[in-house]
Nanobody
Framework: VQLQASGGGLVQPGGSLRLSCAAS????????MGWYRQAPGKQRELVAV???????TYAGSVKGRFTISRDNIKNTVYLQMNGLKPEDTAVYYC??????WGQGTQVTVSS
């Protein structure tokens, strides 16, 4: 199983980024996919999850600003992040089925 995350970078407060996570080696269409993040000195935390049904769950801190989606043809999960804040700065990881992690992509929100 491989999860390849991309799309991180440096953005100004209020800006947007879209993260992508391409999966291989799993039955993607029936996999629970999630995005997590870990800021320096903090524990890794859940950002958003999308289930096989397409239903979603978000952390309260990102609700209304971030959107998780999936493309079962491309075996890819996305995280659209709008209205970014400095406190969103972290390494973002994708996860499959609550057990497989991708390598992480850095998101830095700063002026």
């Amino acid at each position: 199983v491989q999860l390849q995350a991309s799309g991180g970078g440096l953005v100004q407060p209020g800006g947007s980024l879209r993260l992508s996570c391409a999966a291989s080696g799993i039955a993607f269409s029936i996999s629970r996919m999630g995005w997590y993040r870990q800021a320096p000195g903090k524990q890794r935390e859940l950002v958003a999850v999308i289930f096989t049904s397409g239903s979603t769950t978000y952390a309260g801190s990102v609700k209304g600003r971030f959107t998780i989606s999936r493309d079962n043809i491309k075996n890819t999960v996305y995280l659209q992040m709008n209205g970014l804040k400095p406190e969103d700065t972290a390494v973002y990881y994708c996860q499959a089925n609550e057990r497989t992690w991708g390598q992480g992509t850095q998101v830095t929100v700063s002026s």
